[in-house]
């Protein structure tokens, strides 16, 4: 029960709170889970059963991580970000810890049930506020912010690659337990949400997603048990989302995202579709499911090893083929070089046809340059912003490569990325050897996990997926899955010799995580008390966050604009001269100092600032005016 609760209630609280992107919501969740982890280890009560080797090495690969962020410290252009995404990855490796903590003997099955339900619950939300949006007042938020964005379904998590991306690690789960739940009616239930699920993947138009989401079904069936039950369990919910996909394109007003009465008509006649069909699914998986499960299955549906075996390379042979009869070789070349363009992919369903980069191949190739100016240690975690303002080669703000991989290699050097990907593959590849090596009747979940895990690396790898706790919590409740032993002694605590220390590693990441966190929130206090006219107590709480987190440039940014709001124009440039101290090489506190000056009438130190503030951002739209 508690490692369903954690799955469940950890993947549902960060999806319905933007999926957990806001620093404060993160933070909030890693102090909990930090000081549940302490709290039980001292008690005695965790962990449940002894940890396997693999889950310890990979615990230990993910700490030697989060050490080497904290050492980019000494070198980094920005202390204020790189504890901030310290304090990430330590709200993730609280996680990991706290899922290998928990640990029951039927946690697996548990775990895999609980996140699939949760990302069931999260799409079906989605699509809810794209078919009935009077329901969800909020879900219009992203479209306020990019207003290119209305035709891209984003609600809850509000950022569609993100959405799309969730789902990838959710379906393979939902399809399990759709084919494999011991009671018929949650079979036959979760088969009828799965092309509710599908039709909300399909209105991100998100090509990371719903490729995420083809490998991650691809490795589910690859490695699962009785692939009769779940390619049948495939066909028949495959079929229902085809029908609600298909009924989506002709309403073109609801796939654009409108909300004026057409679209509003749109989304009412596709909700009732989707009731209708929903239902039909379920009835057809439950009898799909009954005929397989419940009665003596034919011959034909119960193949040999050998049969499965043959069927598998006929397959491969035709998916060859077919690649060779596209134009093999010399279409990948093509795909390649549409990828490295420019040019904006498109709207709607017609980007699901192209292959254009959208400035990914800049992006990765700006990083690669910032891994060689900085090769051991990189320019600090957290940084790239700075790095590709002044150094991308194409316009455009830009905080994230759009690669895990990628970013990680220019922000913490070389050894940063092989701690995290010796992570990432122990996790992966003892996941394949787990399943491998499991009794047939637990192969089924455990492929669930690995298909859904591999699902988050593939997307990992395009896309900035490890900023939205959402998807690389699910990735991790899933990986403490994986790397748990079938057969391991049951502990009744541990010795105090272990306690201590683990108890006292755990309070130093609650402090790492509670900085920053703290001190975000007071400068969220101090801009809305600005809004309010209360100059006095934004003063106040500008220097309590400064206090907080002394290495951090945004509350004496902040200090600098009460300042100059109440007319204290020297003590004004003097705290944004300290934001200038405190990062460097970002160009916005730059230009506020020299905006400051020329108030106080510097003419020669306003210019000075200018001109650094537009060294460090060249192709800046605001410089060009």
């Excluded at 050492?71 to 996680?95: H, K, N, P, Q």
Aim: charged share 15%.
């Amino acid at each position: 029960m508690a490692a369903w609760l954690l799955g469940f209630g950890l993947v549902l609280y960060l999806s319905l709170k933007g999926g957990g992107y806001d620093p404060v919501v993160n933070g909030k969740v890693g102090i909990a889970v930090w000081w549940s982890v302490v709290v039980g280890v001292l008690a005695g009560a965790l962990p449940v059963r002894r940890p396997a080797r693999l889950a310890l090495l990979a615990l230990g690969l993910l700490g030697a991580f989060a050490a080497w962020v904290a050492i980019g410290l000494l070198s980094t252009e920005s202390a204020e970000r790189t504890v901030r995404e310290l304090a990430r990855v330590l709200v993730y490796l609280g996680v990991f810890a706290l899922a290998l903590l928990v640990r029951g003997p039927r946690t697996a099955r548990h775990m895999v049930s609980a996140v699939g339900t949760a990302i069931a619950i999260v799409a079906l939300i989605a699509l809810m506020s794209r078919l009935r949006p009077d329901w969800f007042p909020d879900a219009a938020e992203t479209v306020k912010f990019l207003s290119g964005a209305q035709n891209r379904l984003s609600y809850p998590l509000n950022y569609w690659n993100a959405l799309a991306e969730l789902i990838a690690v959710g379906l393979p789960l939902m399809l399990y337990m759709a084919t494999t739940t011991r009671n018929l009616l949650l079979r036959s239930l979760m088969g009828g949400l799965i092309p509710a699920v599908a039709l909300a993947a399909y209105f991100t138009y998100s090509r990371t997603g719903l490729a995420a989401i083809a490998i991650g079904l691809i490795v589910f069936l690859t490695f699962t048990n009785d692939r009769v039950a779940k390619l049948s369990g495939l066909l028949v919910t495959g079929a229902g989302s085809a029908v609600l996909i298909l009924a989506a394109t002709s309403r073109d007003a609801l796939a654009s995202g409108l909300v004026g009465p057409v679209g509003i008509e749109q989304g009412k006649e596709l909700f009732t579709l989707t009731l209708v069909i929903c239902a039909v699914v379920a009835v057809g998986q439950g009898i799909v499911s009954w005929v397989l499960e419940e009665r003596p299955r034919p011959r034909i549906l119960s193949p040999t090893r050998e049969e499965t075996r043959y069927l598998v390379a006929v397959g491969l042979v035709l998916v060859l083929a077919t690649g060779l009869a596209l134009g093999g070789p010399s279409t990948a070349t093509e795909r390649w070089n549409d990828f490295k363009s420019v040019e904006n992919p498109g709207q709607g369903a017609a980007r699901l046809e192209s292959f254009a980069g959208n400035g990914r191949y800049q992006y990765w190739s700006s990083a690669i340059d910032e891994f060689s100016s900085e090769p051991v240690t990189g320019t600090g975690s957290g940084t790239f912003e700075f790095w590709w303002a002044r150094n991308g080669d194409i316009p455009g703000f830009l905080r994230d490569t759009h690669s895990l991989y990628f970013q990680t290699l220019g922000e913490t050097g070389f050894v940063g990325l092989l701690l995290l990907l010796g992570f990432l593959g122990v996790v992966v590849v003892g996941g394949i050897v787990r399943v491998l090596g499991s009794a047939s009747r637990r192969k089924g979940q455990l492929a669930a996990a690995l298909g859904g895990s591999v699902a988050f690396v593939v997307a990992a790898g395009v896309d900035w997926s490890w900023q939205v706790p959402a998807i690389p919590v699910s990735f991790l409740l899933l990986g403490a899955v994986l790397l748990t032993a079938e057969k391991s002694r049951t502990l009744n605590g541990l010795s105090w010799k272990l306690r201590a220390p683990i108890a006292f590693a755990g309070f130093v990441a609650i402090v790492v995580i509670v900085v920053p966190t703290v001190s975000t929130s007071l400068v969220r206090q101090s801009q809305s008390e600005v809004q309010s006219g209360n100059l006095d107590s934004a003063l106040a709480l500008a220097r309590s966050a400064a206090d907080v987190q002394p290495g951090a440039a945004s509350p004496r940014l902040q200090e600098a604009f009460v300042l100059e709001l109440g007319g204290n124009l020297d003590a004004a440039a003097a705290a944004a001269r300290q934001a200038t101290e405190r990062e460097p090489t970002n160009w916005r506190h730059w230009a506020i100092l020299s905006r400051i000056e020329a108030e106080r009438g510097r003419v020669d130190q306003s210019v000075n600032a200018y001109r650094r503030a537009r060294n460090l951002n060249p192709r800046g739209l605001v410089f060009s005016q």
